[in-house]
């Protein structure tokens, strides 16, 4: 039915469909509270969704596949909560939430990206080492519910790797959004 996809800021509009999301993507999940201070209180927060181009008719599926919420505090990149729709998983969207987090890193002067990550979640590990992370350090029973270590990940120098530079499909900071095929 749906065969493409676009990134772009979310909205206040949006935070039952992200609530949703988040809860069905951890085991922790941030609460409306807390995504909606993300969304309109932090100034070091942005927040992205991806969402399908055209919305079925029905309206029988959400619209929004995937968030990412990062922040960007002077030249750290830190990149919080990314989560994708799991029957939307390995289409790329999650590559191009974090994709688009570094570009707009780069774009506000950001040299380093870092992050955290349940020791357990490969595919978001592998995710981050594909885009150029490497883990530098790992803390102790950082996570609860389960409790578990967190492996910290850092992108410094911040660069996009090469195979990701044209992949750009965000209508954020002004520019105009193209579609990106699911
Ligand atoms: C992690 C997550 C966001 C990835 O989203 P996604 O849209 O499936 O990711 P992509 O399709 O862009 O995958 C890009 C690459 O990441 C790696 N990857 C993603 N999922 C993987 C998996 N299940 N197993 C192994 N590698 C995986 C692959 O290298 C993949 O490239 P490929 O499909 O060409 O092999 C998604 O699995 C998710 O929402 N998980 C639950 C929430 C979560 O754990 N978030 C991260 C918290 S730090």
């Given at each position: 039915m749906f065969s493409e996809f676009e990134i772009v800021p979310a909205t206040r509009d949006m935070l039952p469909d992200i609530l949703a999301l988040e809860e069905a993507c951890f085991s922790s999940p941030w609460t409306r509270k807390?995504?909606?201070?993300?969304?309109?209180?932090?100034h070091f927060a942005h927040f992205l969704v991806a969402r399908h181009q055209q919305e079925s008719a029905t309206k029988a599926e959400p619209t929004i596949i995937g968030y990412h919420c990062?922040?960007?505090?002077?030249?750290?990149?830190?990149?919080m909560n990314l989560a994708v729709r799991e029957s939307m998983r390995r289409r790329g969207v999650g590559g191009a939430l974090a994709t688009e987090a570094l570009r707009l890193?780069?774009?506000?002067?950001?040299?380093?990206?870092?992050?955290?990550?349940r020791v357990s979640n490969d595919p978001a590990r592998?995710?981050?080492?594909?885009?150029?992370?490497?883990?530098?350090?790992?803390?102790?029973?950082?996570?609860t519910n389960p409790i578990e270590d967190a492996v910290l990940m850092e992108l410094n120098p911040l660069v996009i790797?090469?195979?990701?530079?044209?992949d750009r499909n965000v209508a954020?900071?002004?520019e105009s959004a193209s579609p990106h095929r699911l």
């Open positions: 807390m995504l909606e201070g993300e969304l309109t209180s932090n990062f922040w960007i505090v002077f030249e750290e990149l830190r990149l890193g780069l774009a506000r002067a950001a040299t380093r990206a870092v992050l955290e990550v592998s995710l981050y080492t594909r885009l150029g992370f490497a883990q530098i350090s790992r803390r102790s029973r950082y996570y790797s090469r195979g990701r530079q044209q954020s900071g002004g």
